[in-house]
């Protein structure tokens, strides 16, 4: 994945979901039609903070955005003791939550509660105390708020950098009641420790397709026009302005997803720019979006349900989650946790954030990188 759009291409590990030229706006009057967004009286405290924002920014949603920030802006100074709930950080990112809140980390059981949910970021912020980050794209529609973020930390003397998708569905006062998020764990391990981190699931994926494809069932590279898969005028999902997720596209999309229908997928996506985990530039050619797809449905079988849409002026925000099964070898891996959110951009970008470490890593296996990551 490229550092471009985030301008950070001094970073020694980076992962880009996004597709573009290089931009360096931080706030967002820089953006297209930002100056007219940025004069809205609503949040304009987080307006302010992040690179885009729309949507319905109720004061709850605006609330809620300011606690966010204000933890991914927060120095983490002495790093708090395990279960250490009083640390001034960790106190900070509780205030994100609903004392009754669930927590779903990518590739893990939920957590439920404040005293689970601080005990888990303890253990992340003595792993990685000098973890920032800053809001991106963000939509809010109501009661859900999807914030995107870029995400630094320091690990073994280098810096990681990588998008995230967090997810929230918030109650009184702003205060989350359900999250979920949605980054790729791999990309902390591809520089930190190369020699035990596993083989990126898209290596050699690009425009021109991957090499070996045709080789694995399912998987042959097809031969049409990229404009023979753009849906006809009217068609459901096409990505841009006014697109819009109605019922019975959402169940066709998901259903799409869960049999592995590259077709549809395509076809719906219309010929937006698809970026992923594991891309160093966004796929613009039919042949490479067609293998990349194709190299996850022929690693895993999905079993996804319909969560939240986000709808903005210009973006929205699809998500899917539930389980997976992985084909490991000779090994099927069933009942895994695995959860994908689409973003639909105003400049023709289709980015897909998931994680890939647990279809390339047991369980046991990711939890040896963990301890030598800490180590």
Not at 15 to 30: C, M, N, S
Not at 60 to 74: D, L, P, S, Y
């Amino acid at each position: 994945m490229g550092t471009g759009r985030r301008g950070l291409a001094g970073i020694a590990m980076a992962t880009a979901l996004v597709a573009g030229a290089a931009v360096t706006v931080t706030t967002a009057e820089a953006l297209p039609g930002g100056a007219a967004t940025a004069a809205r009286g609503d949040c304009p405290a987080a307006r302010q903070k992040v690179e885009r924002l729309e949507g319905r920014v109720t004061p709850n949603a605006c609330a809620f955005m300011e606690r966010q920030i204000a933890f991914g802006e927060m120095p983490t100074g002495m790093p708090p003791a395990p279960g250490d709930l009083a640390h001034p950080r960790v106190r900070a990112y509780l205030d994100i939550f609903d004392p009754e809140a669930t927590l779903w980390e990518a590739g893990s059981a939920p957590q439920r509660g404040r005293t689970t949910i601080g005990t888990s970021i303890t253990g992340s912020l003595r792993l990685a105390p000098g973890l920032t980050y800053r809001g991106t794209d963000v939509v809010a529609d109501g009661s859900t708020v999807m914030f995107g973020q870029w995400n630094e930390v320091t690990l073994k003397g280098r810096t990681v950098a990588y998008p995230q998708i967090a997810r929230n569905v918030l109650g009184d006062e702003g205060r989350t009641l359900q999250a979920r998020r949605y980054y790729d764990r791999a990309v902390l391990f591809r520089d930190t420790l190369p020699e035990a981190a596993p083989t990126p699931l898209f290596a050699g994926i690009t425009d021109e397709g991957s090499p070996g494809d045709g080789e694995r069932p399912g998987a042959e590279l097809r031969p049409e026009a990229e404009a023979d898969l753009r849906p006809e005028a009217g068609a459901e999902l096409r990505p841009g302005p006014g697109f819009r997720a109605r019922p019975g596209e959402t169940a066709e999309r998901l259903a799409a997803w869960n049999a592995g229908d590259v077709d549809v997928l395509l076809a719906r996506a219309g010929g937006a720019r698809l970026s992923g985990p594991g891309l160093a530039a966004p796929l613009v050619s039919e042949a490479g979006r067609r293998a990349y797809l194709e190299r996850l449905f022929a690693t895993a079988d999905l079993d996804l349900k319909a969560g939240q849409v986000a709808v903005g002026e210009t973006t929205t925000y699809v998500e899917w989650h539930g389980t997976a099964s992985v084909r490991d070898g000779g090994a099927l891996r069933t009942g895994v946790p695995f959860g994908i959110v689409e973003r639909f951009g105003p400049g023709g970008e289709w980015e897909l954030y998931f994680d890939t470490l647990p279809l390339v890593a047991t369980q046991a296996e990711i939890g040896a990188l963990f301890q030598e990551l800490a180590s």
